[in-house]
């Protein structure tokens, strides 16, 4: 059993849930390299519901849905629903909770998927909520930190790119300042970490550093870098993003030690890094794609059944 049956925020993840959902990860993913067949979740139906365009999130959850032997009800583009109409996310939620047993939603709104929840009587995912937050991705990078690394304590941990609208860089700190990571932020200064992240960091106890441009010596003494996408639609105007897209693009130069260190990234990539980094031994961004669904079948099995 899970401590949470809505899962909306990285901070309602508890060390022993996170326990739980490695253990049952683990599972999973030795059940799926094996052609095991699960049915866990027989007779099941997860709505996906996405308002903002998707590709590894809906797709993962809805293969991990298939694999354990349940259906998925999916509303790919929610343009294309009623809200379209005019009616409110609380109807959506009330209409929807009657289709299925668990429920995972994206909205470009902060905290949407919070309101949402409120009207809805099944285990519901926060699937990304505009800039605030993307707990399920945190999931997926820290199971691949801890199958890689083996503990996913005392890291060293540089995140690169866009850390003020990155909401998976937003979850993932918050999770790893309660483990004694450290982390070394590197963006421009109009994309820096939010103010109330480095608040938590050091009421936890950890430390952070802040440069403004890639230095490989920092890179170097990294155990994981996590790589971000500028967030072009999260900008208050075209002129802000270009100022900012190429301020810290990370070349195959600066990294001095890929054997040492493993380099993530959540995806979609745009132009942020060299793509023969991916040639080096420590490019397990699509390692941590196919982590994705062990992880999210794990979550969606422990939702289900506690419900
Ligand atoms: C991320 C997201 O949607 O926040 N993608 C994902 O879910 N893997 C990262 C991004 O869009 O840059």
Same mark, same amino acid.
């Given at each position: 059993m899970l401590s949470f049956q809505k899962l909306l925020k990285a901070q309602q993840i508890s060390k022993s849930d996170?326990?739980?959902l490695f253990h049952q990860a683990d599972i999973y993913k030795t059940k799926l390299e094996t052609n095991q067949r699960i049915t866990d979740l027989q007779g099941k139906i997860l709505a996906s519901l996405f308002f903002e365009p998707s590709t590894r999130t809906r797709f993962s959850f809805e293969s991990a849905m298939n694999r354990l032997g349940g259906s998925v009800v999916s509303l790919e583009n929610g343009a294309s629903s009623s809200t379209k109409k005019g009616e409110t996310l609380d109807d959506t939620g009330k209409v929807v909770d009657q289709y299925a047993d668990i429920i995972v939603m994206r909205h470009p709104r902060p905290h949407s998927v919070e309101e949402f929840s409120k009207h809805v009587t099944s285990p519901v995912i926060n699937a990304g909520d505009g800039e605030n937050e993307h707990p399920?991705? &945190?999931?997926?990078?820290?199971? !691949?930190?801890?199958?890689?690394?083996?503990?996913?304590?005392?890291?060293? %941990?540089?995140?690169?790119?866009?850390?003020?609208?990155?909401?998976?860089?937003?979850s993932l700190v918050k999770i790893l300042s309660t483990y004694n990571c450290s982390f070394e932020f590197i963006s421009s200064d109009e994309l820096k970490v939010p103010n109330e992240i480095k608040e938590l %960091?050091?009421? =936890?106890?950890? &430390?952070?550093?802040?440069? /403004? &441009?890639i230095d490989s010596?920092?890179?170097?003494?990294?155990?994981?870098?996590?790589? !971000?996408?500028?967030?072009?639609?999260?900008?208050? =105007?075209?002129?802000s993003?270009?100022?900012?897209?190429?301020?810290?693009?990370?070349?195959? /130069?600066?990294?001095?030690? @890929? /054997?040492?260190? #493993? %380099?993530?990234?959540?995806? @979609?990539?745009?132009?942020?890094?060299?793509? !023969? #980094?991916?040639?080096?031994?420590?490019?397990?961004?699509? /390692?941590?794609?196919?982590? &994705?669904?062990p992880i999210r079948m794990a979550l969606l099995a422990l939702l289900v059944n506690k419900a």
């Amino acid at each position: 059993m899970l401590s949470f049956q809505k899962l909306l925020k990285a901070q309602q993840i508890s060390k022993s849930d996170l326990n739980k959902l490695f253990h049952q990860a683990d599972i999973y993913k030795t059940k799926l390299e094996t052609n095991q067949r699960i049915t866990d979740l027989q007779g099941k139906i997860l709505a996906s519901l996405f308002f903002e365009p998707s590709t590894r999130t809906r797709f993962s959850f809805e293969s991990a849905m298939n694999r354990l032997g349940g259906s998925v009800v999916s509303l790919e583009n929610g343009a294309s629903s009623s809200t379209k109409k005019g009616e409110t996310l609380d109807d959506t939620g009330k209409v929807v909770d009657q289709y299925a047993d668990i429920i995972v939603m994206r909205h470009p709104r902060p905290h949407s998927v919070e309101e949402f929840s409120k009207h809805v009587t099944s285990p519901v995912i926060n699937a990304g909520d505009g800039e605030n937050e993307h707990p399920t991705q &945190s999931l997926v990078d820290l199971y !691949t930190i801890h199958s890689e690394l083996g503990d996913i304590k005392n890291l060293k %941990i540089g995140l690169l790119g866009d850390l003020k609208y990155g909401r998976t860089v937003h979850s993932l700190v918050k999770i790893l300042s309660t483990y004694n990571c450290s982390f070394e932020f590197i963006s421009s200064d109009e994309l820096k970490v939010p103010n109330e992240i480095k608040e938590l %960091i050091k009421a =936890n106890g950890c &430390s952070f550093n802040e440069h /403004e &441009s890639i230095d490989s010596e920092v890179i170097k003494n990294l155990d994981v870098l996590y790589v !971000t996408r500028v967030q072009q639609e999260r900008f208050p =105007n075209k002129e802000s993003y270009l100022k900012n897209k190429d301020h810290c693009y990370l070349a195959k /130069e600066h990294i001095l030690n @890929p /054997e040492k260190l #493993i %380099i993530l990234h959540p995806l @979609p990539r745009v132009d942020e890094m060299d793509r !023969t #980094i991916d040639e080096l031994p420590c490019a397990k961004y699509f /390692e941590q794609v196919r982590y &994705s669904v062990p992880i999210r079948m794990a979550l969606l099995a422990l939702l289900v059944n506690k419900a």
